[in-house]
């Protein structure tokens, strides 16, 4: 069974008000969760109460909605409470994604939903971030935009091509007339370089370092930060890198900068290539992180810093699933 919640506002209290909104209400919900008549089982409403002309219940009825048990209830008196609040749980058949729908002022009751939500998540290599906006974006069903393989993209294309990434000239040149595109297959990122899927490619340790050191040229980060800033504006997504809270989305509503001491971010770095297969050093990947951490923060392009209102959240000793559901509750805080 899978329940699918929802809710609207009327603009007074009266039974042609309340009939329209019920009936938006409940054809959006069944629209867009591409319900038919036998996959409801019972719909439950409960109403403010400064509701009292007619019954929510009574109103899907005579919208067609009577093919299933219906309820009606009255909410105690809470102060704040948004008013003339209409809310329902629409109970069907199997399990399934459900697609809340919020209409009207009720909105505001589910913003992470209902506006273009979008996080901002900071921090040094291997502080977990990655891993963390993976889980975020899926826990609200949204776009995740791996920002840093962007930046490996770049780097990978100047390996192809011979260029230093230190020739602050050539690398300009090369990002210019880029063919870089982003796709999303399966709800997941694909990056596309020249034609070709590089996902796994730009994933190769000499890139790492060398993305770092491309990302701080100054025409690479204006063409990067133009691509994320329409993505991010033309739907809600998770965004994870060095300066989104401070530099490309400096107006996002939800910001965290995401940390954990060199010596926990070379452990999970390490075991991220072992895992891969590759042979490497944990006192070199040590050496590595202490050294990007230090470019990236001294950089006088965008530098790694944490935005003044974002939420600092060390992960050094939390698990992946604490970490997650740490973020979850901030935005849940704030919506």
Do not use: W
């Not at 809710?7 to 042609?16: G, L, M, Q, Y």
């Not at 329902?88 to 994604?97: A, D, I, S, Y």
């Not at 210019?176 to 694909?190: A, T």
């Amino acid at each position: 069974m899978t329940a699918i919640r929802g809710a609207t506002t009327v603009n007074s209290d009266t039974p042609e008000e309340i009939k329209a909104a019920v009936k938006e209400l409940l054809c959006a919900i069944r629209e867009k969760n591409n319900l038919s008549s036998e996959n409801i089982i019972c719909i439950m409403f409960s109403s403010t109460g400064d509701i009292r002309s007619f019954y929510p219940a009574k109103a899907a009825r005579e919208a067609g909605f009577d093919g299933c048990a219906l309820f009606s209830s009255l909410e105690p008196p809470i102060q704040g409470a948004l008013p003339l609040c209409i809310r329902v749980m629409v109970l069907c058949h199997g399990k399934f994604k459900a697609e809340h729908v919020y209409l009207r002022g009720a909105k505001r009751l589910r913003r992470d939903i209902t506006s273009n939500l979008v996080v901002a998540l900071d921090g040094p290599a291997g502080s977990g971030k990655s891993t963390a906006a993976k889980a975020l974006a899926k826990h609200f069903n949204i776009l995740y935009l791996d920002t840093g393989a962007m930046y490996r993209a770049c780097a990978l294309k100047c390996l192809n091509s011979g260029i230093s990434p230190e020739d602050g000239k050539a690398v300009a040149n090369m990002v210019k007339n880029i063919d870089l595109k982003i796709e999303y297959s399966e709800g997941k990122q694909v990056t596309v370089l020249d034609g070709k899927d590089v996902s796994l490619d730009i994933r190769k340790p000499e890139i790492s370092d060398m993305a770092s050191k491309v990302s701080a040229n100054s025409a690479v980060r204006e063409k990067m930060v133009q691509m994320q800033r329409k993505i991010a504006s033309s739907m809600p997504c998770v965004l994870d890198g060095r300066d989104i809270g401070t530099n490309v989305l400096p107006d996002a509503e939800y910001k965290f900068y995401i940390t954990a001491s060199s010596g926990v971010r070379a452990m999970r770095r390490f075991a991220e290539e072992k895992a891969k297969g590759y042979d490497i050093d944990i006192k070199k990947v040590e050496a590595d992180i202490i050294a990007r951490d230090k470019r990236d923060s001294e950089r006088e392009i965008a530098p790694l810093r944490m935005a003044e209102d974002a939420i600092l959240v060390d992960t050094s000793d939390m698990t992946e699933q604490q970490v997650v559901e740490f973020l979850v509750n901030k935005i849940q805080e704030k919506v």
